[in-house]
């Protein structure tokens, strides 16, 4: 989520996980060395691109007027959320 608006506040630019998938992983693979997103190391990469594919999907719903869907929460690995 915060590489998405990073990327929209910075550039102008929407990610999507069909063309910006791989990148994304990199991140994420690079980030697994520290200790504090060590937990990555639990999940398979399928199940991180699900995730990211997810986001697209929450992102699409948010913009979409037919839905009433709201802008996408960061929600934290113990379910507590952050505004």
């Known amino acids: 989520l915060h590489i998405k608006k990073h990327a929209y506040q910075r ?3 929407s ?3 069909r063309k910006d998938i791989k990148p ?3 991140v994420a693979k690079k ?3 520290f200790r504090k997103y060590a937990w990555l190391k639990e ?3 399928i199940a991180l691109q699900q995730a990211v594919i ?3 999907v929450a992102f ?3 913009f979409n007027p037919k839905l009433k869907a709201r802008f996408p929460m960061f929600k934290r690995k113990h379910g ?3 505004g």
């Open 43 to 45: 999940y398979d990469s």
């Open 24 to 26: 994304l992983l990199a």
């Open 54 to 56: 997810n986001l697209d």
């Open 15 to 17: 990610l999507t996980p």
């Open 60 to 62: 699409s719903n948010c």
């Open 11 to 13: 550039h102008g630019v």
């Open 80 to 82: 507590k959320l952050l």
């Open 31 to 33: 980030f697994r060395k």
